[in-house]
């Protein structure tokens, strides 16, 4: 049975294709099948029960859909109270009926409430360097809950339970839309590019911007959705923008009263400036810069990162935090890492723990020490000051 932790680096990437999956990411639509064993630790329905009863999810992360249409949160909800805040409480035998009478059942980042999900969610983004949040799409029925549509971000569909049947059409007539665009007016092609049923094990890409149809095929449909934003070009222009407020002629005052001849001079003195930054900051700077800024995902390991004195036993369990591996540096005397945009230097001793680290991401503290060729009490010293800088957790 494959691993969450590798879904994505693992197994679709095996069945799509190292050359493919580059090549076509984000480009065309991928279709893959892993396998119903790949998918079945991701969500079952006894999980999914656990986390409704046992975590307060209302409107709008919680939410119903029908026919294109949302549903009136008045129909499956009541006014009540968490943690002392007025909210709206899910009714489950309203939502039951919601169900029944063809409702989609729309759950918004599962990965933050289901460990193997979040650990898949974590794969994925060391695949494609990206920030990604996974929803979760259940109907039962022949219906659907959204109209033919395209979404803002690029999206791996992994059914996990039943069957839905899926059109893909393609880009409509504004190419690689966005969120936050000047046009939203654009249409969808006409003709399929891409037709199945989705069974469970089964993954298909759809790129942002591409319209997709999805409907039910008679029994259960349950299926995740892993979304991720890339950087575009808007991107990399709105970070020369921040750079612009260190000079000082984007700083002054347009000369929008002077002669010609000077607010000639002054436009051509800000093209200048401008290019020259772009020179400097490049796209790869850029992308660097981001990896180097990209956030943690939350976990802890309070007693070993507060309490003085517990040292790591050789099968003790190290976990490495970061979810893109940061290059390490060495001089000095000292190797250092940026990880979330923050800089940690420690000795030098600690490079190598930190390049296995980076690579193995999961071993116990004995398997450490062997592949790093440290002695155990080194890496024992260098796990309790990682810890403490969330580095790593340890179990």
Known sequence: MSQPHTLFTGAVRAAIGEDALRSRLSEDVLFADVGEDAVRGLLDFDALDEVLATRPLAPPRLRLHRTGSAVPVERYTEAGEVSRESTRVVRPEALYRELREGASLVLDSVDRLHPPVREAADDLMRLVRERAQVNLYLIWGDSHGFATHWDDHDTFIVQVAGEKAWQVHGPGSRPHPMKVDSDHSHTPPEGTVWEGVLRPGHVLHVPRGWWHTVTGTGGVSMHLTFGFTR?????????????????????????????????????????????????????????????????????????????????????????????????????????????????????????????????????????????????????????????????????
């Open 231 to 395: 950087a575009t070009g808007v991107d990399w222009a709105r970070s020369l923008v921040e750079r612009l407020y260190d000079e000082e002629v984007f700083r002054r005052d347009l000369p929008r009263f002077a002669s010609l001849d000077e607010r000639r001079k002054r436009h051509d003195e800000l093209v200048r400036v401008l290019a020259a930054l772009a020179e400097e900051n490049g796209v790869d700077a850029f992308l660097a810069e981001r990896d180097a800024r990209f956030p943690r995902r939350q976990s802890y390991a309070l007693r070993w990162a507060v309490e003085d004195g517990r040292a790591p036993e050789e099968d003790t369990v190290v976990e490495f935090v970061p979810l893109i591996a940061p290059p390490v540096a060495v001089e000095g005397g000292k190797a250092s890492v940026t990880v979330s945009g923050r800089r940690y230097r420690f000795p030098a001793a600690a490079e190598p723990v930190l390049n296995v680290l980076a690579r193995d991401r999961r071993l116990t503290a004995g398997e450490l020490a062997e592949r790093s060729g440290a002695g155990f009490d080194t890496v024992s010293a260098v796990l309790r000051a990682f810890v403490r800088h969330h580095l790593v957790v340890l179990r």
